[in-house]
């Protein structure tokens, strides 16, 4: 079985000896690129030890960086309470069942966990079989052809790969490739049958079956003959019947009412900013008064590159920016419908049957799914046809190849230089000469300047990619996720195993050929007849495997510094003494951060990838990985039960991008083990590559396997059989079903957010008399804090049921109050930091302060539901005050009954019901009705008392 070389290299003697000759010169690289993997190792073990022990002693005294969840979560989602000692943590972070994860972190944040056990058990089982087969054979085989090819003093990290073994000894890798298939396979059907088994029972719990959204669906690309709320449920019929007649809104023109909340946010942080500057010192105000440029969209002033008071020119646009919405929201109906709406229903049986019946169907020309959760939808892109999302999709495409292209550049002299040093000092000789006098040194930055150079590259490309798929027109936030993971995964695999590593492949053969040519005056044709370009690349990835050990060494690191909260220690600390922070910046420092399910996912994608693709060609990568998911997978654990929320749960559905990756890096790793054999096979080469072919044939069936027999049911609560969906036995509440307000839940935000009140920092209370040139008697409910289209007044704290004393447009926030806790069920903090209250006690299906459904409202001007947080009585008695804005009945649509009538209850056709369509038909302060009737809230934090109960 010992390599005899091939016939086609002995007959130009001359050209094989200068082959030994530069093998002999590369020991100094070799040892270079062991010496950086045992400094990257020890540095990364030492760094990553000091950090935990910091983390350890950091613990028990800052419960606002590293237990937020504990301090702000309701009873159900808090996690286990944990002592002041070093290891109180350890108990329940280990002992904490994945049931219980549901429950507490959501299905996400458990499928993550899950991933990431999976992974580590996965690479351990992959190192031990892996190394115990490659690192034995490698070994072996290589000392033989050194001891024969007089090169005794190989290093350790040339003896583990497979550059010097020729012949029928490539049949043991291909062995290996059938194991690793296997044990991939194993693992992914396993953890596929229990995001199964997590996902029906997430579909079964109180929570989805109780929500809005659950029974509701999503149709897009609306004709216009269609738009309406009865062309909607003739859209839904057009598929399915269903005993129940469903609940539809066609979508509202809410014209330009987005950009000028929009402008109006972007103004009030500014003043924020301005004013937390300005009146940093209170008893000694700066000697003159900010200035600032005028919006570039602001057409009150034509000169832009004037200068003005910064206080007052704020404060004058975002009251005029305050009085365009109020206008625009006054205007807003349903005469121009929009080419999106939502057809809800009264079972989710129905809606899921329907959703079901829809699929690989356009019915109508439109596109009927499953609703998101209303916070979850990115609400400017419903608004895009078919047409215009194709062509921006393709843009977006065209975007990502030019981005991958233009970072071959930086990616390229990364992979030529820094990953290996010698080739620098190839074409620079006085560099050559500093390598060879300070090789320890260049070991050093060999080791830790490239791995981190190219984690800096990563660091923005997820904001890249989440700007160019909004603009690819992804209707929803966790889709757009998926993509940013999907489009994430394929950027490094392209960059990274394909340029960065042959592109280093073409290096070496063009330098060699430039060397031999040059110094050696041998023919150019008889160089490049004795170079195989295979055997080059299989050498280069040899080479370049030091590389990725390192980079994987520095990722322990990185898991480190994510548990330690570094950065949010660091710049927390530095933000408050140098800089000058708003209270909502500081409100929201002390706010559970939101996990990026996109790059977490990425990174453990790729680093897999990167493991089962060097496994063969350096098999300590596998070890490296194990010992890196094993280490982070208990880290991420505790992270996500303490620290981080899920921003836009999405229930789970992250988890076919991830099987569908980890199939693309076992074929990947397949490629790897067949282009050995097909570079160092030889005779056997093709009997090699034939055995191989039914690896790719059977990943393949294993995918389109599992995709038949888990995925219809992991998405849909039931495909048809409304019986099958009787399998929970969650108790509904039907009758506060029917009072389900559509148009209210899933009505465009634009028309009820409350417009953000500018934070001022109450220590400076006293002086905005003389700071603020505006009134300071306007009242705050009318101008600054917009709840539907109107509110009603600002309440006083020390007087329940007293209008507060006028204080301007401003909201003042004492010192102790800024803390999240105060504030966690405002959606202007919460949507950042959890969502819709979810997680903090409030509901996640209802929405508050929202104007009335366009059907079934009765004429009263909020929701009735019992998701609302607030409700109001349904007992009559509303009037509205002067200022309420209706749509003429004879233009208002018609829309199913308020009641959804059986099919089989009425031959009433349900559309013969006419409603109040107009949207803003609780657009009014709330109806006065006799106080006796009804107990008032006790006024929240704010004063507010907006909202009374029976």
């Avoid at 003043?271 to 900010?290: F, G, I, N, S």
Wanted: contains cysteine; proline residues 6%.
């Amino acid at each position: 079985m010992f390599w005899t070389p091939p016939k086609m290299l002995p007959r130009d003697e001359s050209i094989e000896g200068k082959f030994k000759s530069l093998l002999s010169g590369d020991i100094l690289g070799a040892k270079v690129a062991q010496q950086s993997v045992i400094i990257a190792i020890g540095t990364a073990i030492g760094i990553s030890s000091g950090i935990f022990l910091l983390f350890l002693v950091l613990r028990p005294f800052n419960t606002i960086v590293y237990a937020p969840r504990l301090r702000h979560a309701d009873d159900k989602h808090r996690p286990p309470p944990m002592g002041k000692s070093l290891f109180a943590w350890y108990r329940p972070v280990f002992k904490t069942n994945e049931d219980a994860f549901v429950h507490m972190i959501g299905l996400d944040a458990t499928i993550f966990l899950r991933f990431a056990r999976m992974c580590r058990n996965m690479f351990i089982v992959l190192a031990i079989v892996g190394c115990a087969i490659v690192i034995p054979v490698n070994i072996t085989k290589t000392m033989e052809f050194t001891h024969k090819a007089g090169f005794d003093n190989a290093s350790a990290i040339v003896l583990m790969t497979p550059k010097n073994l020729f012949g029928d000894i490539f049949w043991a890798f291909v062995a290996v490739a059938y194991l690793f298939n296997i044990i991939v396979c194993a693992f992914l059907w396993w953890t596929y049958r229990a995001v199964h088994r997590l996902r029906r029972n997430f579909l079964q719990g109180a929570d989805y079956q109780n929500s809005l959204h659950s029974r509701t669906l999503m149709i897009t690309d609306v004709n216009k003959n269609y738009r309406s709320d009865h062309g909607l449920v003739e859209i839904t019929d057009s598929l399915k019947t269903t005993p129940e007649v469903p609940r539809a809104s066609v979508g509202r023109n809410v014209k330009d009412i987005p950009d000028l909340i929009d402008e109006h946010e972007k103004a009030v942080m500014q003043l924020e900013t301005v004013l937390a500057k300005y009146l940093k010192d209170p008893t000694q105000l700066p000697a003159t008064r900010p200035l600032c440029t005028p919006s570039k969209k602001d057409p009150e002033y034509t000169d832009k590159k004037q200068k003005v008071d910064a206080i007052d020119y704020l404060t004058a646009r975002i009251q005029r920016l305050e009085g365009q919405v109020k206008e625009a929201r006054e205007t807003v109906d349903k005469r121009n419908a929009m080419p999106y709406g939502f057809a809800s229903y009264e079972t989710i049986e129905s809606a899921h049957s329907v959703a079901y019946a829809a699929r690989h169907k356009h019915p109508k020309g439109t596109t009927v799914r499953l609703a998101p959760r209303p916070k979850d939808v990115i609400w400017k892109n419903l608004l895009l046809d078919s047409k215009t999302r194709r062509w921006r999709r393709l843009v977006n495409r065209l975007w990502i190849t030019l981005l991958t292209l233009l970072y071959f550049i930086p990616n390229a002299l990364i992979a030529i230089f820094l990953s290996k040093l010698t080739n620098l000092g190839l074409v620079w000789n006085a560099f050559d000469r500093e390598l060879k006098t300070n090789p320890r040194f260049w070991a050093v930055v060999q080791g830790l300047l490239a791995p981190a150079l190219t984690s800096l590259f990563y660091y923005l490309l997820p904001i890249i990619f989440r700007h160019l798929s909004m603009k690819a027109g992804d209707v929803t936030k966790t889709s757009r996720e998926r993509h940013v993971t999907a489009q994430l995964y394929n950027f490094f695999v392209f960059n990274n195993l394909l340029i960065f590593s042959l592109f280093s492949a073409v290096f070496g053969m063009v330098s060699l050929i430039v060397k031999l040519a040059r110094d050696e005056h041998l023919p150019f044709m008889t160089i490049i007849r004795a170079i195989d370009p295979f055997d080059k690349v299989m050498q280069t990835l040899c080479d370049v495997s030091p590389f990725w050990v390192t980079w994987l060494v520095q990722r322990n690191l990185g898991a480190a510094i994510d548990l330690s909260q570094a950065a949010n220690l660091a710049w927390g600390s530095f933000s408050r003494k140098f800089l000058n922070p708003t209270p909502r910046e500081l409100i929201k420092r002390t706010a559970p951060p939101p996990f990026d399910y996109a790059s977490y996912y990425n990174y453990f994608l790729f680093y897999s990838t990167v493991a089962l693709c060097f496994a063969p060609l350096q098999p300590i990568t596998l070890v490296v990985v194990a010992f890196y998911f094993t280490m982070d997978s208990w880290m991420k654990k505790y992270l996500l039960m303490y620290v981080f929320v899920t921003k836009n749960e999405s229930g789970g559905l992250f988890w076919r991008v991830l099987f569908n990756r980890m199939l693309v890096g076992t074929m990947l790793s397949n490629g790897i083990i067949a282009l050995m054999c097909l570079a160092r096979g030889y005779a056997a080469k093709w009997t090699m590559l034939g055995a191989m072919i039914p690896l790719p044939l059977g990943l393949l069936a294993f995918k389109f396997y599992c995709k038949s027999a888990f995925d219809d049911s992991i998405k849909y609560y039931t495909k048809g059989d409304l019986a099958k969906g009787a399998e929970s036995a969650t108790p509904i509440n039907k009758e506060s079903r029917r009072r389900d307000r559509v148009a209210v839940r899933f009505g465009h935000p634009a028309l009820y957010q409350k417009l953000t009140v500018p934070m001022v920092h109450e220590k400076s209370k006293h002086l905005l008399a003389e700071v603020y040139r505006g009134r300071l008697d306007g009242d705050l409910g009318d101008t600054a804090a917009f709840s539907d289209v109107y509110t009603m007044k600002r309440m006083s704290k020390e007087h329940p049921g007293k209008p507060a004393a006028p204080t301007g447009p401003f909201e003042f926030v004492a010192e102790d109050n800024m803390d999240f806790e105060n504030f966690k069920n405002r959606p202007e903090f919460s949507d950042e930091h959890g969502g819709e209250g979810s997680v903090y006690g409030g509901t996640t299906i209802g929405r508050p302060d929202t104007p009335a459904s366009a059907f079934g409202d009765d004429g009263r001007g909020r929701s009735t539901s019992r998701d609302s947080a607030r409700t109001l009585s349904d007992e009559p008695g509303m009037t509205y005050p002067a200022g309420y804005h209706q749509t003429p009945s004879n233009l208002r649509e018609y829309s199913p009954s308020p009641a959804p009538l059986s099919r089989n209850e009425s031959n009433t056709t349900p559309y013969e019901t006419t409603t109040q369509a107009n949207l803003l038909s609780s657009a009014a302060p709330m109806g006065r009705q006799p106080l006796s009737a009804y107990t008032p809230y006790s006024p929240d934090r704010d004063g507010h008392q907006d909202y009374f109960q029976k």
